[in-house]
């Protein structure tokens, strides 16, 4: 079977659209601060299992590094309102920011990102991240042991290695995420790989303008049928 490839839409998609002190300025940010973006998932379910859990990394690392934000980029269908009740008792400050999630992500310097679409737009940004997930015992065990599935994170099956590190469920602890971070953001080395890597995937991903290409083709092929 003929196949073609245009490209990965998330090229087109995926991307600051305004400079960094702007962003930084409209949501009292500190750009001399390193910044963490925390990402719980999209989804209702996926942010109650997780969102305890972010709110714990970074009172962990915040013990451990002063010159440090968090920011949790959230998305459009999330109430806003049920998050800042949660984060109220939470004792590091972690910003809040709903419908501008490329700029905040993009402009930081590290992510925490809960497997699913957001890793691959992370990757697409260029910025080093830590994927995380909870899944039930049965599948964590059907998925590793019996389909022998090796890893979950989009960047890494794309990659076809590990070139971003995932911890998922008795490993996706805050002391261990927080570690993995820390680890990376300490290490000019580990961090100057993982862009590498990073960059490396993207152009794996092809050029921008995948829509307009699948389009142009689909237009010229049905015309001379």
């Known amino acids: 079977m003929k196949t073609r490839f245009f490209g990965n839409p998330l ?31 999209s989804r209702k379910n996926e942010i109650i299992k997780h969102l305890s859990l972010v709110i714990d990394i970074a009172e962990n690392i915040r013990r451990q590094k002063k010159d440090v934000q968090f920011v949790i980029p959230l998305a459009s269908t999330v109430q806003k309102s049920e998050i800042e009740k949660q984060l109220a008792d939470a004792k590091t400050q972690i910003s809040l920011v709903q419908g501008d999630t490329y700029n905040i992500v993009g402009y930081s310097d590290f992510a925490a990102v809960a497997s699913g679409i957001a890793t691959l737009e992370t990757a697409v940004l260029q910025i080093p991240m830590v994927i995380y997930y909870k899944i039930s015992a049965a599948t964590y065990f059907l998925g590793k042991y019996i389909l022998n ?3 979950i ?73």
């Open 11 to 41: 090229l087109d998609i995926a991307r600051v659209t305004e400079n960094k002190s702007d962003i930084f300025k409209k949501y009292s940010l500190d750009e001399n601060k390193i910044t963490i973006s925390l990402l719980p998932g």
């Open 149 to 151: 599935i090796k890893t």
């Open 153 to 225: 994170g989009l960047p890494n099956i794309i990659s076809s290695k590990k070139i971003v590190p995932e911890l998922i469920n008795n490993f996706a602890t805050a002391p261990e995420i927080s570690k993995t971070i820390l680890d990376y953001l300490d290490s000019e080395d580990k961090y100057k790989t993982i862009k590498q890597d990073l960059s490396h995937l993207k152009f794996q991903l092809g050029t921008t303008g995948a829509y307009q290409k699948t389009a142009e083709f689909l237009s010229n092929y049905l015309n001379n049928i």
